[in-house]
């Protein structure tokens, strides 16, 4: 089983990226994304942009890992 987190691409340099999720940030590549853009959610695993993700997605799934949390807390 893999887990991989939504994040929000906040700064592109080539293949390399920041996303951000609840103002972490993050670094990531963007090898498997073609044409990404500042603004877009990907699905982030093992550091990689494996998957672009619809805004509304994103957001239900960050609001989801976020009951997860709370729930751990």
Request: charged share 40%.
């Given at each position: 089983m893999c887990l991989a987190v939504p994040l929000k691409i906040?700064?592109?340099?080539?293949?390399?990226?920041?996303?951000?999720?609840?103002?972490?940030?993050?670094?990531?590549?963007?090898?498997?994304?073609?044409?990404?853009?500042?603004?877009?959610?990907?699905?982030v695993h093992a550091g990689f942009a494996i998957e672009r993700l619809p805004e509304k997605q994103a957001l239900e799934d960050i609001a989801e890992w976020a009951e997860v949390e709370n729930a751990l807390r």
């Open positions: 906040v700064e592109i340099d080539g293949l390399n990226a920041v996303g951000e999720v609840e103002g972490l940030r993050r670094r990531m590549r963007l090898d498997f994304i073609k044409e990404p853009k500042l603004g877009e959610y990907v699905i």
